[in-house]
């Protein structure tokens, strides 16, 4: 066969595969929906930022203004109840049960229940609400709900069959932007979304964080979530922290999810005569008990508990009483219905737990903070390697690199043997029980095309 014949044989084919609109418009639909994940994560950031900074100038713009958030509190909670019960169902809590649950449907429909571009922008809306009332919220996991709603949005606009992967990339994309934590975000998809490792998945996961990254990097810059740390054990009683702060801090972390899900079980059973009545009555006691911490904490518990918690890193001692005071915030934000996560709470506990550890036992403030947002970390999540690898991308601290695994690993065995289940897990369990009960009912009375 002629060499010339052979060429254009090969020219034809590559003219074929480079031209071929159907076979790169996957590709292009995934590399883009995998950018607006980093883009809308920066914006969710910048707003939830103002959102924060609003509700700060409104209770200290006078001199009774600090008891503002006792009428605008529970207003505003109840408030994005309502609107997460009518206008966008499954928008609660933090998100990622959904993601988690999602991946677990086989139907399409059931899917989309849980992930929608609706749901997202109700999530964005209804968290940086939740913020500007002073709820001890985060948007790192409602990041996630986003995320994998953007995906699974791509996987039908591009007519790509590999949903479970692409909830995956996505909400490791969101993971990864929302914190600027690339290796994170990859390892929280393989340990906490996925429970697996997934060999067909990992080129999807690794592009999406990749493209999320390199939107948010262009637009917010490179940084650290808490700057740079270098706090490191140099004596004996240092390395007695991490027993300390991993014990008492997989303790705290196994109460809250433990909590967690078996109060949220009562409150179901609770709800079901009046649901919606009930719930928005719930998430105004709930409003109205976390503006009593907040006017009593000084004002330290509303919001994130971010500059708290970096504070805490660069070696200023919290109150002592703070991460009780944040937990308590933390822990009834989660029960009252609203829309929000509790990474960015987790953390701001965890680092005034180590805060606390560190004044009484008189060793420096920043190394226990660090120790002690991994191990509380670890035992709410109870996924030792997305805590440990978390925490160093957060804080640069890779004199500590050590120290911060050993505390996580400690977090999470004592995590396991206090609850034997994890939070967001156990949480999607309600999702997925949510939707074998609907998809039953429509085989009972197939007449119905909405459930």
Same mark, same amino acid.
Request: hydrophobic residues 50%; contains cysteine; glycine residues 12%.
């Given at each position: ?54 509700? +700060? ?11 503002? &958030? ?7 909670? @109840? ?29 399409? !429909? ?45 996987? *039908?606009?591009? +007519? @790509? ?20 934590? &690339?290796?994170?975000?990859? #390892?929280?998809?393989? !340990?906490? @979304? ?14 999406? #964080? ?39 801090? +997989? ?14 079980? *009562?409150? /179901? ?35 994130? +508990?971010?500059?708290? =918690? ?62 002690? @947002? ?12 997305? =805590?440990?690898?978390?925490?160093? !991308? ?25 609850? *034997?289940? &994890? ?5 999607? /369990? ?9 998809? /039953? ?11």
């Amino acid at each position: 066969m002629p060499a010339s014949y052979r060429n254009s044989k090969l020219l034809r084919r590559s003219r074929v595969f480079w031209g071929s609109f159907s076979l790169w418009r996957p590709r292009l639909v995934f590399w883009c929906g995998a950018l607006a994940i980093g883009v809308i994560s920066v914006g969710f950031a910048k707003l939830a930022d103002l959102a924060q900074k609003a509700f +700060g100038t409104l209770t200290s713009s006078g001199e009774w203004a600090f008891l503002l &958030p006792l009428a605008l509190t529970p207003s505003i909670f @109840m408030l994005s109840a309502y609107l997460a019960a009518t206008l966008f169902p499954n928008s609660q809590g933090s998100g990622i049960p959904q993601a988690i649950a999602a991946r677990h449907l086989r139907e399409e !429909e059931d899917r989309t229940r849980l992930l929608s571009l609706r749901i997202a922008f109700g999530k964005i809306v209804l968290t940086v609400l939740g913020l500007f009332s002073g709820a001890s919220i985060g948007r790192e996991g409602p990041t996630v709900q986003v995320g994998a709603s953007i995906m699974l949005a791509v996987a *039908r606009f591009g +007519g @790509m069959a590999q949903a479970r992967g692409l909830i995956l990339a996505g909400s490791a994309a969101g993971i990864a932007a929302a914190f600027n934590t &690339p290796l994170a975000g990859i #390892v929280f998809a393989i !340990e906490e @979304m996925s429970r697996t490792y997934e060999s067909r998945a990992n080129g999807l996961v690794l592009t999406a #964080v990749i493209l999320a990254g390199l939107a948010a990097l262009g637009l917010s810059g490179s940084y650290n979530y808490f700057g740079e740390a270098s706090a490191a054990p140099t004596q004996l009683r240092d390395w007695g922290l991490v027993l300390v702060c991993g014990i008492g801090g +997989g303790a705290l972390g196994a109460a809250f999810s433990g909590f967690a899900l078996h109060f949220g079980q *009562r409150i /179901r059973r609770w709800t079901q005569p009046q649901p919606l009545k009930r719930m928005l009555v719930l998430a105004g006691i709930c409003g109205l008990a976390i503006a009593v911490i907040g006017i009593l904490s000084g004002g330290t518990t509303f919001g994130t +508990g971010y500059e708290q =918690a970096r504070g805490a890193v660069e070696g200023h001692a919290l109150p002592l009483l703070f991460f009780v005071e944040k937990l308590a915030a933390s822990f009834l934000s989660m029960i009252s219905g609203i829309p929000g996560g509790i990474f960015a709470p987790s953390l701001a506990v965890g680092a005034g737990f180590g805060s606390a550890v560190g004044s009484l036992l008189g060793t420096s403030i920043a190394l226990p903070a660090i120790l002690g @947002m991994a191990a509380y970390f670890s035992g709410v999540v109870q996924a030792p390697m997305t =805590a440990f690898v978390i925490i160093l !991308e957060m804080t640069g601290d890779h004199q500590a690199v050590i120290p911060i695994m050993a505390v996580s690993m400690i977090g999470y065995v004592t995590s396991r043997i206090l609850s *034997r289940e &994890p939070l967001y897990h156990g949480l999607s /369990r309600v999702f997925i029980a949510a939707a074998i009960r609907a998809r /039953r009912k429509l085989d009972i009375d197939p007449d119905e095309h909405h459930f």
